[in-house]
C-alpha cells in the first residue's frame, strides 16, 4: 500500500482530476473543457520537458534521470494544487497521485514530499479516461505495455487512496466532456443538498 491514510475525511474540493495512461487523450480533454469555460490545469510532466528541452537538454537526457525528472514534476504539482482554490470547480490534467503511480512503474522510492503532499489530497472526482492508440512524440516514450501497465497503475493508485474514480470510455473528444461535466455537476448538485 502507500502508507497514507487511506480513509478520507469528507470531501473539501470541486477539483476534479482528468488522468489515464499515455495517449488517452487527457490534455485534449482539458483544453474542451478550458474551452468551454472551466477553470482547469497543465500537466506537468510534459511542462518540466519543455523547460528543459528550452535549455537544450534532450527528452531522452531528461529522463535518463528519472528520480530528478520524477521531483522536479511533484515539485511543480505540489506548488501547483497549493495555489487552486478549494472552493473554484477546477479541472486538473493529472494530479498528485499520478506521481506515485509514475514512481511505482518506475521502481524507485517516492519522493518523501510526495507522501507529506498525499495525505492532505482531496479531489471531487477522478476521471479515468480508457487508452486510445498510442502515439508517441517528443515527449512520451512508452511502449504500449508500458502504456497499459501506467494505465492501470492510475487507477490502483487512486483508489486505494479512497478517491471517487469514473471511468470514461473512448469516446469522441466532446462527447467524453459531456460524459464529465454531468457527472461533475451532478457531484457538485448532490454537494449542495447535503449542506
Known amino acids: 500500500m502507500t502508507g497514507i491514510q487511506e480513509t478520507r475525511p469528507a470531501q473539501t474540493t470541486r477539483w476534479h482530476v482528468v488522468t489515464g495512461g499515455p495517449s488517452s487523450g487527457k490534455t485534449t480533454t482539458v483544453n474542451l473543457l478550458r474551452d468551454r469555460g472551466y477553470t482547469t490545469t ?31 514534476v511533484v515539485e511543480m504539482q505540489i506548488t501547483q494544487e497549493r495555489s487552486l482554490d478549494p472552493g473554484e470547480t477546477v479541472f486538473l490534467d493529472r494530479a498528485l497521485p499520478d506521481s506515485l503511480a509514475y514512481y511505482r512503474f518506475l521502481g524507485i522510492d517516492p519522493a518523501p514530499a510526495l507522501l507529506d503532499a498525499l495525505a492532505g489530497a482531496r479531489y471531487a472526482t477522478v476521471f479515468l479516461l480508457d487508452l486510445l492508440p498510442l502515439a508517441p512524440d517528443y515527449a512520451r516514450t512508452e511502449d504500449p505495455a508500458a502504456q497499459r501497465r501506467i494505465h492501470d497503475l492510475l487507477g490502483q493508485v ?20 459531456d460524459l464529465i461535466l454531468q457527472r461533475a455537476l451532478a457531484d457538485r448538485s448532490a454537494e449542495g443538498n447535503v449542506r
Open 42 to 72: 497543465i500537466e506537468h510532466a510534459r511542462h518540466y520537458i519543455d523547460l528543459q528541452r528550452i535549455t537544450g537538454r534532450s527528452t531522452e537526457e531528461i529522463r535518463a534521470r528519472q528520480g530528478e525528472f520524477q521531483r522536479a
Open 158 to 177: 487512486y483508489r486505494e487512496l479512497g478517491f471517487p474514480v469514473v471511468t470514461v470510455p473512448a469516446l469522441a473528444p466532446d462527447a467524453r466532456v
